[in-house]
């Protein structure tokens, strides 16, 4: 099973460039989340999803939007980078509101 | 933000050696995960403590939440190479495991 996908792996941006960084899940997920990590902070949550046509935002929603059309697919969208935006993302998927999130590979970016 | 700190920050001891990490908040939490992390990897689910006092084992992993749901402790006895990474504590928030609360992590060495 491939679980949770993101791409790309690595990116770098230039300031002020948008791009839209991609998750998708083969597991049936109803619950998706965003989340970056920085050293020495931990996983913080940016944008969450309960199912499809449902987000709301998590403890660091600025500069970031998400969307979810489908169950599978939940991209967060960065709409003009920042420097502060250099983080690594995580994109998790879990069945339940108890159950195991299950993340991905992580997406690590850099904005110069 | 429902802050959980965890510690120590560092950890580094022989194998054989016992260990705890602790995570604490103010807040509390309807069910509390620990998650391992390996380099370049997203985080992987331990285990998920949801009854305040509850106590699970899982092989020489032994882990505790707190009676008020507010702390939670990780005890490994015989502490082995293996068990190198990095750990973290999240608080589930408002809708569950979608909605976590990271601890800052403990990055465990253990030298053989």
């Known amino acids: 099973n491939a679980g949770v996908t993101q791409t790309p792996k690595f990116q770098v941006l230039k300031t002020g460039q948008s791009m839209t960084l991609q998750c998708a899940q083969d597991?049936?997920?109803?619950?998706m989340s965003w989340y970056r990590q920085d050293p020495g902070m931990g996983l913080r949550l940016i944008h969450y999803?309960?199912?499809?046509?449902?987000?709301d935002q998590g403890e660091v929603p600025n500069g970031y939007n998400v969307s979810r059309s489908t169950t599978e697919d939940f991209p967060l969208r960065l709409l003009s980078a920042a420097p502060s935006q250099t983080s690594v993302y995580f994109c998790?998927?879990?069945?339940?509101?108890?159950?195991?999130?299950?993340f991905g590979q992580g997406t690590r970016l850099t904005v110069v | 933000t429902q802050l959980l700190e965890q510690s120590p920050q560092f950890l580094s001891i022989q194998e054989g050696e016992n260990l705890t990490v602790y995570c604490n908040s103010s807040s509390v939490f309807s069910s509390l995960q620990w998650y391992r992390q390996e380099p370049g990897e997203g985080p992987v689910l331990l285990v998920t403590?949801?009854?305040?006092?509850e106590v699970k084992k899982l092989k020489r992993l032994t882990f505790q939440f707190g009676d008020a749901r507010k702390d939670s402790s990780l005890h490994i006895t015989a502490a082995q190479p293996g068990d190198t990474g990095l750990y973290l504590c999240a608080g589930a928030g408002k809708t569950g495991a979608n909605n976590l609360f990271f601890g800052t992590g403990t990055r465990l060495t253990v030298i053989p």
């Open positions: 403590v949801v009854t305040g006092g």
């Open positions: 998790a998927s879990s069945y339940s509101s108890l159950g195991e999130a299950f």
């Open positions: 597991m049936n997920h109803e619950y």
């Open positions: 999803s309960v199912g499809a046509g449902i987000t």
